[in-house]
Nanobody, 124 residues
Framework: QVQLVESGGGLVQAGGSLRLSCAASGRTFSSYVMAWFRQAPGKEREFVAAISRSGGVAYYADLVKGRFTISRDNAKNTVYLQMNSLKLEDTAVYYC?????????????????WGQGTQVTVSS
């Protein structure tokens, strides 16, 4: 079983940037597709971005495309989410997740393991 620990969340002004990290335990990190989801108060958890096992292909939700960048370092068992031009509506708890298959990347029901989440708050 892989365990995930997110970090890097915090309070930032609108227009600012944050970089989230998600460190994974275990030796099989490179076997998994990794993703970021987020959940705002009163809303359902939503897909943000996903990245292939090698890191060569990335997928983004339309709401973050052009502002967020997902990347991974398999040597460090870590996946990142660089968030630029942050907006008030980006405020949420951000979760990283992993799965063995490449289907349904935007569906949070299909992921095998999850981190505990890190809070991102964007202020005006």
């Amino acid at each position: 079983q892989v365990q995930l620990v997110e970090s890097g969340g915090g309070l930032v002004q609108a227009g600012g940037s944050l970089r989230l990290s998600c460190a994974a335990s275990g030796r099989t990190f490179s076997s998994y597709v990794m993703a970021w989801f987020r959940q705002a108060p009163g809303k359902e958890r939503e897909f943000v971005a996903a990245i292939s096992r090698s890191g060569g292909v990335a997928y983004y939700a339309d709401l973050v495309k052009g502002r967020f960048t997902i990347s991974r370092d398999n040597a460090k068992n870590t996946v990142y989410l660089q968030m630029n031009s942050l907006k008030l509506e980006d405020t949420a708890v951000y979760y990283c997740a992993g799965k063995a298959t490449t289907t349904s990347l935007s569906s949070n029901d299909d992921y095998d393991f999850w981190g505990q989440g890190t809070q991102v708050t964007v202020s005006s």
